[in-house]
């Protein structure tokens, strides 16, 4: 192999599929020289399109997979009956070590499905996170469960934390992440039984810095680097992300372009606010590793952008040269 990192791309993922991870792929060798891609997916459909470009054909190869999980279908049916499907096929080479990692635009349930029972979870890992890294007014935070575990304990919230605070340290570099657990109000006494639970378990960590309960509102501040909760309040919190972020950006270029003078503002301010909405901007981030897997898998949007396939594959190189698996293996060894 020729590069440091091979990552599995799932060509037949994806609302704009293979058009757009083919893209992707395609800008991540031309950008970096220790990457080596794996394009999963229907043979011919993903030569037609490497056919329009130019790329280092030493560091590409196409690994054959003839079926497609649709984003409709049963995740745990999908996965059982189709072997030969490019998410199947991709993750198969993850748990064989035969791949550093797997990015995937594909069915978010036959990923999640997939990840646990193909590539498998860390010994001692009870349940694996779906987390994507939010943009904030200080940075970046790490929601954490935003997909994964609908139904979870306050036993998983703590593994939760734990497994966000070794990602933030070592991929984003915070030194002693502050942790906080999504509430309806900072007092302890306040939130459902799940969060009551796990709120003094967290307490009693020595090993995270845990700094108590988080408010919706104060998660854009940044007011924890790990925003801890289940996946269903997780998932509500990404998507009122997106849409809120998508139609402030729409109303504002609808403001500027309303007349003359607002169209002359528009000129003055255009580099400053481009520089601001990018630094908003989810998918430079890349995707949602799931994390407490063997193996590195990583969901991106349905309806992904070339970009942030390019950052996901970029992502997956910075998690396995920070050897997050192995930090988090350390964590959970019993």
Known sequence: MSGSVRVVVDAMGGDHAPQVPVRGAIDALKESGDIYICLAGVKETIEKELDKYEYPKDRLEIVPASQ?????????????????????VGQTMVRKQEADAFVSSGSTGAVLVGGQVIVGRIKG????????????????????????????RPSHLVQFAKMGSIYMENIVGVDKPRVGIVNIGAEEEKGNALVKETFPLLKECTDLNFTGSIEAREIPAGAADVVVCEAFVG?????????????????????????????????????????????????????????????????????????????????????????????????FAV
Do not use: W
Request: glycine content about 6%.
């Open 68 to 88: 497609i999980i649709e984003t409709a279908e049963p995740p745990v049916m999908a996965i059982r009956s189709k072997k030969d499907s490019s998410i199947v």
């Open 125 to 152: 890992v009870e349940r694996a996170p779906l987390a994507p890294l939010i943009p904030t007014a200080r940075g970046m935070s790490l929601l954490i469960d935003c997909g994964a575990n609908v139904d979870a």
């Open 235 to 331: 998932n509500v919190i990404l998507k009122l992300y997106e849409g809120v972020g998508a139609t402030l950006i729409s109303k504002i270029k609808e403001s500027m372009m309303s007349s003359l003078r607002t169209k002359m503002g528009a000129m003055l301010v255009k580099p400053a606010l481009k520089d601001t909405l990018r630094s908003f901007d989810i998918s430079r981030h890349g995707g949602a590793p799931l994390l407490g897997l063997k193996g590195l898998v990583v969901k991106t949007h349905g309806s992904a952008s070339a970009t942030e396939i390019k950052n996901a594959i970029f992502q997956c190189r910075q998690f396995k040269e920070q050897e997050i698996a192995e930090k988090i293996k350390e964590n």
